[in-house]
């Protein structure tokens, strides 16, 4: 018995409490073993029961037994992505080993198995949905762990034998965490259940590339679609990153649980066709040149704005178009200063977005992916 020196407070015995579900996790599922701390059940924590099974980027295995001088080590290598991660990961991603059934090894991202530039990569929260287990068994000298069975010693002979195509599996998940992560809630999440595609090899050298699935390309995200399309347009015209960023951002809070999201996408909106228009009798009327002190005048009242706008906006927005404007102007002049609570629909947002796009493209020459153009 050693007599501990340091005070175990709650939150000692809770690590104390994962650190032995992990590292014993597999022989926890015995039901014969019966572990307990503090009088409370122990109960396994698995790291091979979180995969996600999307059919179009699902978990490998692999299975093969390797010799090793005159003994033989079995190896199992499975890599896939994670239901559960996201914006924290949890931490909970990189490369697991488990020797002989106890776990050696958790969410290592060290340069030893790839966690580098020109390799993987460094830890990032984009590759936080990659998993790769390892897990070895057969005689203990022949085991890749050190003399405290707490990490693995990256200089035997056996570690060296799978290191590469750890590596190589691990570049191949991060590379799809990263094309899908910011779908990650549609593509990944969902696919909890499913079985692991095992495939029984004969040396770790038949672990091919081709034998991996194919990872799914980057979806563009929206902001780099828009960004591209007025790239040209922006270097002469530089007002009008201003107005495009405005949609961007509308399209990022349509996907957060805001309950009063509509109401803050409808004020931006609203507010990105008054710059659109203002910045139209700034930069883009030619036919009339306004001094700062009209153009200051003409900009103190909105409706003044719209009365000048008019003048030029013929064949470019019709009698339906204004009706809308004076509509969501009023929805979004109560939002602000009368009845906060206005409900402002779904379909209104669709609207008043088209209506949005459809002025910066016409005043000022925007393009958007959904707009024929």
């Known amino acids: ?48 029961k979180e995969w996600s099974h999307n059919p179009d980027v699902p978990p490998k295995g692999f299975d093969l037994t ?8 079995s190896v199992k290598i499975t890599g896939g992505l994670i239901a559960e991660g996201g914006d924290s990961g949890h931490g909970e991603y990189g490369v697991y080993i488990y020797c002989n059934n106890r776990l050696i090894v958790r969410s290592l991202k060290t340069p030893e198995v790839g966690f580098s530039k020109g390799q993987v ?10 998993r790769v287990i390892v897990e070895i068994n057969g005689p203990a000298e022949q085991m890749p762990w050190n003399s405290s069975k707490s990490g693995i010693d990256i200089k035997h002979k056996v570690f060296q034998l799978i290191r590469e ?5 691990m570049k191949h998940y991060t590379t799809a965490s990263r094309n899908l992560f910011p779908e990650r ?10 079985k692991i595609d095992f495939e029984k090899i004969q040396s770790i050298s038949e672990i091919e590339k081709s034998a991996l699935p194919v990872i799914p390309k980057l979806k563009k995200r929206m902001s780099d679609k828009v960004k591209d399309l007025n790239l040209s347009l922006a270097k002469s015209e ?37 710059i659109a228009f203002k910045d139209y009798l700034t930069y883009k009327v030619k036919s009339h040149h306004y001094t700062d002190a009209a153009l200051a005048r003409i900009f103190d009242k909105r409706h003044s704005v719209h009365e ?11 009698i339906s178009d204004w009706n809308n404007l004076d509509y969501y102007y009023r929805l979004r002049c109560d939002l602000i200063h009368k009845r906060a609570s206005a409900m402002v629909l779904d379909t209104d947002i669709t609207k008043f977005t088209n209506l949005a796009k459809k002025i910066h493209k016409k005043l000022l020459g925007v393009k958007y992916p959904s707009l024929k153009n």
Do not use: C
């Open 1 to 48: 018995m050693t007599k501990i020196r340091d005070v175990l407070t709650g939150q000692s015995i809770r690590d104390i409490k994962d650190h032995i579900s992990a590292i014993y996790s597999k022989i926890l599922t015995n039901k014969s073993i019966n572990l307990k701390l503090n009088g409370e059940q122990i109960k396994p924590l698995h790291f091979d």
């Open 66 to 73: 390797a010799r090793v001088g005159k003994e033989q080590v």
């Open 121 to 130: 990569g460094v830890p990032h929260n984009s590759i936080s949905l990659a």
């Open 165 to 169: 195509k750890i590596i190589e599996i």
């Open 185 to 194: 809630e549609t593509k990944i999440a969902p696919f909890k259940q499913g």
């Open 238 to 274: 530089p007002w009008i990153v201003g107005t495009y960023e405005v949609i961007v951002m509308t399209e990022g809070i349509k996907s957060k649980n805001f309950e009063t999201k509509n109401r803050i996408i409808l004020i931006l909106l609203d507010s990105s066709i008054e």
């Open 308 to 318: 000048e706008i008019r003048k030029y906006s013929n064949g470019i927005l019709d």
